[in-house]
Nanobody
Framework: QVQLVESGGGLVQAGDSLRLSCAASGRTSDVYVMAWFRQPPGKEREFVATISRSGISTYYADSVKGRFTISRDNAKNTVYLQLNSLKPEDTAVYYC????????????????WGQGTQVTVSS
């Protein structure tokens, strides 16, 4: 079992930046593929970014490519999401997720989830 706890959300203005963190605990001797998803108000949860176990490979949704950066520190069991040039449409609850083995971009492929952190971007 792996427990995930997100932090770093908040209320910002358009154009601002935030850094989200996701700390893993529990069975962290295994290294997991990590991802970020988000759920805008009134919409389905959607893929944002994922990073391989080594951190070498990353994948992004087209809507965030060039603005968001996913990274990880395996020594700290933490994954990060740097959000730059934020837009009002980035407003959502951001969730961290984990799965073993290979990267994936659909939420049904992820086994572990955090509780989410709210990001609100005002215009």
């Amino acid at each position: 079992q792996v427990q995930l706890v997100e932090s770093g959300g908040g209320l910002v203005q358009a154009g601002d930046s935030l850094r989200l963190s996701c700390a893993a605990s529990g069975r962290t001797s295994d290294v997991y593929v990590m991802a970020w998803f988000r759920q805008p108000p009134g919409k389905e949860r959607e893929f944002v970014a994922t990073i391989s176990r080594s951190g070498i490979s990353t994948y992004y949704a087209d809507s965030v490519k060039g603005r968001f950066t996913i990274s990880r520190d395996n020594a700290k069991n933490t994954v990060y999401l740097q959000l730059n040039s934020l837009k009002p449409e980035d407003t959502a609850v951001y969730y961290c997720a984990a799965r073993p083995l290979s990267v994936a971009t659909t939420q049904r492929e992820y086994d572990y989830w955090g509780q989410g952190t709210q990001v609100t971007v005002s215009s």
